[in-house]
């Protein structure tokens, strides 16, 4: 009998562990719209197969990729999608860096770069 309970505690373990782990990475995809007059470029973020509930953090960095030019916190996904746009940006390439956490835990994170152009 101490067997089988040992075994079913290691079973429950695992569940437990696989259950944390196999959650699964959210999709980022960064689109930028040119500046045409001063400062009027555009930064939008989609985010997909995040988890419902779940708390992003969306942070946007100068040209340089160490400044962090402003932090939008606490945004709550209301389904598997969420979106953002940075608006009122000059020409330049940025880095984009999002966290997603559950329960106060960060589940995912990712960071890419977005390059507005220049057509003014």
């Known amino acids: 009998m101490k067997i089988k309970k040992k075994l079913l505690f290691v079973l429950l373990l695992l569940c437990a562990a696989f259950t944390v782990c196999a959650q699964p990475q959210f999709i980022m995809t960064l689109s930028a719209k040119p500046e045409t007059c001063q400062n009027n470029g555009k930064i939008t973020v989609d985010i997909s197969n995040t988890h419902r509930g ?8 100068d040209k340089t990729g160490t400044a962090l030019l402003i932090n939008v916190p606490n945004q709550t996904a209301e389904g598997n999608s969420f979106s953002y746009t940075f608006d009122a940006k000059s020409h330049g390439t940025y880095t984009v860096k999002v966290i997603e956490e559950i329960g106060g835990n ?4 990712e960071a890419g770069t977005a390059t507005i152009e220049n057509k003014i």
Do not use: G, M
Request: proline share 0%; net charge negative.
């Open 54 to 61: 779940a708390v992003l953090s969306i942070d946007l960095f």
């Open 106 to 109: 960060v589940t995912n994170e």
